[in-house]
């Protein structure tokens, strides 16, 4: 049976969660949110779903920075390109493993879109230092 598309807030918390558990599992950007940020699901979820609500589902419904606490992360510990590109591998494989349609696949576009933005901004912005934008390697890993 196919999975059915993205349609309602309702949907991205099993999303959401089937996301961060990878996310705090996996060795590369695991420990951003288990050292670093020390992250409270719980807490934060609400927040994160309101985000990607107001991204996919147009509710408008998120008023927060969410470039800020990325900036906050980056200055404690830099994040990279192959961090970033390593979250996007992540978010597509929680959005496939669930979901398929063309929010789906906005999702997934959205989320690669939110990664290069933000990794500009972090190497680009004066704010971090180094390189801009993701290296051909870590541009190829963002879809493997």
Same mark, same amino acid.
């Given at each position: 049976?196919?999975?059915?598309?993205?349609? !309602?807030?309702?949907?991205?918390?099993?999303?959401?969660? +089937?996301?961060?558990?990878?996310?705090? !599992?996996?060795?590369?950007? *695991?420990? &951003? &949110?288990?050292?670093?940020? +020390?992250?409270?699901?719980? @807490?934060?979820?609400?927040?994160?779903?309101?985000?990607?609500?107001?991204?996919?589902?147009?509710?408008?419904?998120?008023? +927060?920075?969410?470039?800020?606490?990325?900036? %906050?992360?980056?200055?404690?510990?830099?994040?990279?390109?192959?961090? &970033?590109?390593?979250?996007?591998?992540l978010?597509? @494989?929680?959005?496939? *493993?669930l979901?398929?349609?063309?929010?789906?696949e +906005?999702?997934?576009?959205q989320?690669?879109?939110? !990664?290069? !933005?933000?990794? %500009?901004?972090?190497?680009? %912005?004066g704010? %971090?230092?180094?390189?801009? *934008?993701?290296?051909?390697?870590? @541009?190829?890993?963002?879809?493997?």
């Open positions: 049976m196919p999975h059915p598309d993205i349609a !309602a807030r309702a949907d991205l918390e099993p999303l959401l969660r +089937r996301f961060y558990a990878a996310a705090f !599992a996996d060795p590369s950007i *695991g420990p &951003f &949110f288990t050292e670093v940020a +020390r992250l409270d699901l719980e @807490a934060h979820l609400p927040h994160i779903t309101d985000f990607w609500e107001s991204a996919l589902l147009r509710s408008g419904d998120y008023r +927060r920075n969410a470039f800020a606490p990325h900036l %906050g992360l980056h200055r404690r510990r830099p994040l990279t390109a192959a961090h &970033f590109g390593r979250w996007v591998q978010w597509r @494989a929680a959005v496939d *493993g979901y398929a349609g063309p929010v789906a +906005r999702a997934k576009a989320g690669e879109r939110i !990664a290069r !933005a933000m990794l %500009g901004r972090l190497t680009d %912005g704010t %971090g230092g180094g390189e801009g *934008g993701f290296v051909p390697l870590a @541009a190829v890993l963002l879809r493997g």
